[in-house]
Each structure stands twice: as C-alpha cells, then as structure tokens.
T-cell receptor
C-alpha cells in the first residue's frame, strides 16, 4: 500500500533562513508520481511541483528546490532565504501509475512552516 | 480562467442533519475528487467522479455520497451528520484520469457539526 510520511509536524525559522521539509514515501509501483502542495491559511491547496519516478534530477524554481532520491525513497523540499509569505502547511503526496489506488493522491500529514520576521 | 470553486465556504449543522456541498471544476476538467481534512487526520480521499460516474471511494461510510452532473460539477452529500464529520472538505479537479494528472484544489468548505 502506498504511504507518505512527513515526520516534521511543525517547523519555525527566522526570515531569510533556509529550511528543508522532509518527505519519505512507500510504494510497490515502479512508476509513480510525487507532488508537493502548499496550503496557506486560506485553505486552498496550491500545486507546487510534480516529479515522476524516472526523473531523479533535482529541480530549482526560484527560492524553491526539490531533491528526489529513489535510493532513500525521499522527496525533500528546500526553501532558500525563507520569507514570511512562505508560512503555510506543506503537503507531500504520491500517486501510483498502476492505478492500484485509482490514481488518488495519498498525502502525508503535512508540515506546518512558520517563518518569523 | 477560474479555478475550482466550492460553495458554501462555511456551514454549521447539528448532529443528525444532512448537508450538500458543491464544487465546480476548472473549465475543461472532467474529473472531480473530494477529500476530507479533519483535525489531526490529514487529507483523506473520499470520492472520485469522472464523466458522471463514481470511479472510486475512500474508506468512508455510505452516508457519504455524491454525484457528478453533465457539466462536470459535483455535489457531496453527507447524511446523518456526526460530530467527527467536522472538517474542511476539499474538492479538486484534473484534466485527465491518470496518476500523472495534477489535481487542482478549491478553497474548501468548512463544516462544523454541533
């Protein structure tokens, strides 16, 4: 069965610090997709990135970067030079291409990030 | 282009009542997903509709049901409300039906059951 673990429940950092949010997943599929979403206080989940299981290249988008390592089943998310607007709950999610879960997203429990000015 | 819209934004009900939540997907999206986000339980998959059919449901009792209309909008119905149904209900839509497809979420309906 698919599972996503975000061990960090809450993280607080001071503005301009770098912060890494951890995500560890479990799946028996060889083809799967990993996602990160951001949930600000307004409640709406905002899509950040999708990564497929065959692409282990790290990705950078502005202050955001993602490190995908199949060997450790991890898909970590780093925010560089954090800002107050980054304060939110961040979710990592997994979907399996075999359709065993009918392509539904399995989410981790989320990490609440607070950036203190 | 409008995103996923959900109504109402907030609801207060009492135990035993019934509630209907509504969701309009992004234009062109045919799949609609419902998730429950209860305090301490994270995001749990509820239901998936595509082309008017229920394709899958999560581990929820039958009093959670829904439907998808010809215009791809969707309703989630919850009967015989219980206190533990208090949660944020999120709707998402996607263009396709595969694992690769990105689900885009609405802002949710916050349901409080007293």
């Amino acid at each position: 069965a698919q599972k996503v673990t975000q061990a960090q429940t809450e993280i607080s950092v001071v503005e301009k610090e770098d912060v890494t949010l951890d995500c560890v997943y479990e799946t028996r599929d060889t083809t799967y997709y990993l996602f990160w979403y951001k949930q600000p206080p307004s409640g709406e989940l905002v899509f950040l990135i999708r990564r497929n299981s065959f692409d282990e290249q790290n990705e950078i988008s502005g202050r955001y970067s993602w490190n995908f390592q199949k060997s450790t089943s991890s898909f970590n998310f780093t925010i560089t030079a954090s800002q107050v607007v980054d304060s939110a709950v961040y979710f990592c999610a997994l979907s399996e291409a075999s359709g065993a879960g009918s392509y539904q997203l399995t989410f981790g429990k989320g990490t609440k990030l607070s950036v203190i000015p | 282009e409008a995103g996923v819209t959900q109504s109402p934004t907030h609801l207060i009900k009492t135990r035993g009542q019934q509630v209907t939540l509504r969701c309009s997907p992004i234009s062109g999206h045919t799949s609609v997903y419902w998730y429950q986000q209860a305090l301490g339980l994270g995001l749990q998959f509820l239901l998936w509709y595509d082309e008017g059919e229920e394709r899958n449901r999560g581990n929820f009792p039958p009093r959670f049901s829904g439907r998808q209309f010809p215009n791809y909008s969707s309703e989630l119905n919850v009967n015989a409300l219980e206190l533990e149904d208090s949660a944020l209900y999120l709707c998402a839509s996607s263009f396709g039906t595969g694992a690769i497809d990105i689900q885009y979420f609405g802002a949710g309906t916050r349901l409080s059951v007293l």
